[in-house]
């Protein structure tokens, strides 16, 4: 996920309508259309709990620890590709069970301690089953990339069933998610001068980001004790 696939709910329909990379999947275009309107009521749901515990504990504890909520569908050319990759036929039904994050969320927090809270949160709820978990703030990647990821599997009611419809919700403080901008930006660049010494760099400042939200956290402890 990265901010040109990031769009609010407003903005999601528009993936599931036929775009110029939805020939991928016309071979069964009706399924396709009905399976990524199933993963778009899907990031409606997940977005509704999020912005339910974000409200529930603004109320409760004066203090919100989700600053913002985005959420996206995975582009067809971006399955198409995770499925070549992974040696398939590019079909809904691969689509289907071998992607995991065609519906995509993510949760900002100001402090790492935040993001455990809202994963625990999560978790607690009885119709969200966890499917896999990878805390790459714990053992962050070799580029420095930091964040933690849910795949998750939530009941969705549509008019004829329930159906359980998968998600993956990844929560990192902002300013992971500003390291993880720029990092996007030069995994998708063909050709940059001196890319080495700037991915270098990028560790270097991964680093210190993650140095400074330890601070951020510890400071904020302090105060709170004073208060």
């Known amino acids: 996920m990265r901010n040109n696939e990031l769009r609010g709910p407003a903005a999601i329909e528009m993936d599931i309508i036929p775009s110029d990379t939805d020939h991928l999947f016309s071979e069964n275009e ?17 977005r ?57 969320i993510r949760v900002l927090c100001a402090y790492i301690d935040d993001i455990y809270e809202i994963a625990r949160m999560l978790a607690r709820q009885q119709d969200v089953r966890i499917i896999n978990v990878k805390d790459y703030i714990k053992k962050p990647k070799d580029n420095g990339y930091r964040s933690y990821h849910m795949i ?22 902002i300013a992971m998610d500003f390291w993880a901008t720029l990092d996007h930006d030069m995994q998708y ?10 991915m270098r760099e ?21 105060i709170h004790r004073i208060e």
Not at 74 to 103: C, F, H, W, Y
Not at 154 to 163: E, G, M, T, W
Not at 202 to 222: N, V
């Open 48 to 104: 509704t709990k999020l912005e339910v515990l974000s409200r529930d504990m603004t109320v409760r504890y004066r203090r919100n620890p989700i600053e913002f909520i985005e959420s996206r569908l995975k582009k067809p050319s971006s399955i198409a590709r995770k499925l070549r990759r992974n040696g398939s036929e590019v079909t809904v039904e691969n689509m289907i069970e071998q992607v995991s994050d065609i519906a995509g």
């Open 189 to 198: 660049k063909k050709e940059v001068e001196d890319a080495e010494e700037i």
């Open 152 to 173: 998750v599997e939530i009941p969705v009611y549509f008019s004829d069933a329930v159906r359980p419809v998968r998600c993956e919700i990844q929560i990192r403080t």
């Open 202 to 222: 990028l560790k270097a400042c991964a680093d210190i980001i993650h140095s400074t939200d330890e601070k951020m956290m510890r400071l904020r402890e302090r």
């Open 30 to 46: 009706a399924l396709y259309q009905e399976t990524m309107m199933r993963y778009h009521c899907a990031i409606l749901e997940m």
